[in-house]
């Protein structure tokens, strides 16, 4: 599975963004995909995950009631919606895809298989 994420950009504090990741190569229609995010010098961290099939969805208590993560599966692609950004939402994006992984385990990045490029995003006061 070939992962592709856009979206990211510059924005102010309050402003929305929205993220896609497209998946090729093999249907990502049965995976649990995710959005990990990573500033410069710290760690990669969980940010939301959704689950096939069901679409239960997870989020990092930082982003949630902020964020949603949602899946088109006919278009092989997932979104991460982002309202009222913050500057501590700034960094590198990452959309990841996994199979066969254990509700306990949909927000430590070491149960997906497949990540993406990144995509930066980077919000001002």
């Known amino acids: 599975v070939q992962l592709q994420a856009s979206g990211g950009g510059l924005a102010q504090a309050g402003d929305s963004l929205r993220l896609s990741c497209a998946a090729s190569?093999?249907?990502?229609?049965?995976?649990?995909m995710g959005w990990f995010r990573q500033a410069p010098g710290k760690e990669r961290e969980f940010v939301a995950a959704?689950?096939?099939?069901?679409?239960?969805?997870d989020y990092a208590d930082s982003v949630k009631g902020r964020f949603t993560i949602s899946r088109a599966d006919a278009k092989n692609t997932v979104y991460l919606q982002m309202n009222s950004l913050k500057p501590a939402d700034t960094g590198a994006y990452y959309c990841?895809?996994?199979?066969?992984?254990?509700?306990?385990?949909?927000?430590?990045?070491?149960?997906?298989?497949?990540w993406g490029q990144g995509t930066q995003v980077t919000v001002s006061s």
């Open positions: 990841a895809a996994g199979g066969g992984i254990i509700t306990s385990s949909r927000t430590s990045k070491i149960a997906y298989n497949y």
């Open positions: 190569g093999r249907s990502s229609s049965r995976f649990t």
């Open positions: 959704i689950t096939w099939p069901g679409g239960s969805t």
